[in-house]
């Protein structure tokens, strides 16, 4: 069974960082792709970024220049770095790791970030 576990979240005043992990574990196979997601209150969940095993990344424009995603696909982890935070970057933040030729989808169960002063 496979399972994703998010790390890293909690209380940030705006302007501060933070650096979220998500680690995977039952997984024989390998991820072609791994992503975050946010979902905030009464919000539907959105994509965040992604990174290939190719390398290739892609974030939504209004964490462009402050969030980095990077992964280690050997390893089946994956990381965020948020710099720069927001208020409006509150939410749960949810890794998402797709199985490679097979295209499941597997998530995690989510890490809360909360900037606040």
């Known amino acids: 069974q496979v399972q994703l576990l998010e790390s890293g979240g909690g209380l940030v005043q705006p302007g501060g960082s933070l650096r979220l992990s998500c680690a995977s574990s039952g997984a024989v196979f390998s991820f072609s792709v791994m992503g975050w997601y946010r979902q905030a209150p009464g919000k539907q969940r959105d994509l965040v970024a992604t990174i290939t095993s190719s390398g290739r990344t892609g974030y939504a424009d209004s964490v462009k220049g402050r969030f980095t995603i990077s992964a280690d696909f050997a390893r089946k982890s994956m990381y965020l770095q948020m710099n720069s935070l927001k208020s409006e970057d509150t939410a749960v933040y949810y890794c998402?790791?797709?199985?490679?030729?097979?295209?499941?989808?597997?998530w995690g169960q989510g890490t809360q970030v909360t900037v606040s002063s």
């Open positions: 998402k790791c797709t199985r490679a030729f097979y295209g499941n989808d597997y």
